[in-house]
């Protein structure tokens, strides 16, 4: 079964930066869309950024646009989340999904998540 490990999260200062790593365990996911998602304490999931199949395409959340960047990296089956700029409100555990579009899916792949917390 394929299997997504992320990595990157930590405690991080306001206006600091943190990058998130996605790795998946098969060659298999390079057909796949990959998305970032993230639940903050008493919020619902939310879409934060994904990039399509081949990596031309990337679509971002209205609130992290100008401040993410997400990209992919086939060779290694990772995507990336790089994050400027962040702020307390972007704290978060943050989730990487896999799957045949950006919506979330009944069969879709999902990390175990990574805790991403923003000091003031």
């Known amino acids: 079964q394929v299997q997504l490990v992320e990595s990157g999260g930590g405690l991080v200062q306001a206006g600091g930066s943190l990058k998130l790593s996605c790795t998946a365990s098969?060659?298999?996911?390079?057909?796949?869309?990959m998305a970032w998602f993230r639940r903050a304490p008493g919020k619902e999931r939310e879409f934060v950024a994904g990039?399509?199949?081949?990596?031309?395409?990337?679509y971002y959340a209205d609130s992290v646009k100008g401040r993410f960047t997400i990209s992919r990296d086939g060779a290694n089956n990772t995507v990336y989340l790089q994050m400027n700029s962040l702020k307390p409100d972007d704290t978060a555990v943050y989730y990487c999904k896999g799957g045949a579009t950006l919506t979330p899916k009944q069969y879709d792949y999902w990390g175990q998540g990574t805790q991403v917390t923003v000091s003031s």
């Open positions: 098969e060659r298999t996911f390079s057909p796949y869309v």
């Open positions: 990039i399509s199949s081949t990596g031309g395409n990337t």
